[in-house]
């Protein structure tokens, strides 16, 4: 009855949501579920293999549980040591962010030309070559300015991680967009 008075906002509206869960538990079949799933198996394996080294490395410098909580105790009145934010790493960070929002561009305007829909932004801005552009544009400049703003409060480790997850949430994005199979209609045969 909602829906009947609703017309078809309420359906449409439905039909996004049930979109971006689809998207997000993984039901849209592709070419690429094979790959799809070596590429999670790799990034979990990297994460779990990078953990369990700051662990083995933790464990082996200091053996002491006591004297580790006592130089951490006198470690917190000294102030953390800072480096410039236009260091080497910050940079090819950037970089790396800004390439992958340029991939990301590519790989949404190939899957559109292959007959699929954007499903996170609206057609308004996907289908106006500058209304995307510049929010890729955005994307950057806020993980930028978010990096810039940890730094400035002394969270230096957080500021190469804002970074490094949206290299990691873009690179995702863009393999899963070229991932997808293509919907045109059918070619009839003669």
Not at 18 to 42: D, K, L, P
Not at 169 to 190: A, E, I
């Amino acid at each position: 009855m909602w829906l009947e008075h609703q017309g078809n906002r309420g359906a449409r509206k439905n039909l996004v949501t049930a979109g971006i869960f689809a998207y997000f538990i993984g039901v849209r079949q592709s070419r690429c579920v094979f790959s799809r799933t070596i590429y999670v198996v790799c990034i979990v394996i990297v994460w779990l293999t990078l953990g369990a080294l700051g662990l083995s490395q933790d464990a082996r410098a200091s053996p002491n549980l006591l004297a580790d909580v006592n130089s951490t105790v006198a470690e917190t009145n000294e102030i953390a040591p800072s480096h410039a934010f236009w260091d080497r790493t910050n940079t090819l960070l950037f970089i790396g962010v800004g390439v992958l929002r340029g991939l990301d561009y590519a790989s949404t305007r190939n899957m559109q030309a292959r007959g699929r829909e954007e499903i996170l932004l609206p057609d308004d801005v996907v289908n106006n070559s500058a209304a995307f552009a510049a929010v890729e544009a955005a994307g950057t400049a806020a993980s930028i300015g978010l990096s810039y703003w940890m730094h400035r409060t002394r969270h230096h480790k957080l500021e190469r991680w804002v970074s490094i997850v949206h290299i990691s949430v873009t690179g995702f994005g863009v393999v899963r967009n070229y991932c997808l199979d293509s919907k045109h209609p059918p070619v009839p045969t003669k």
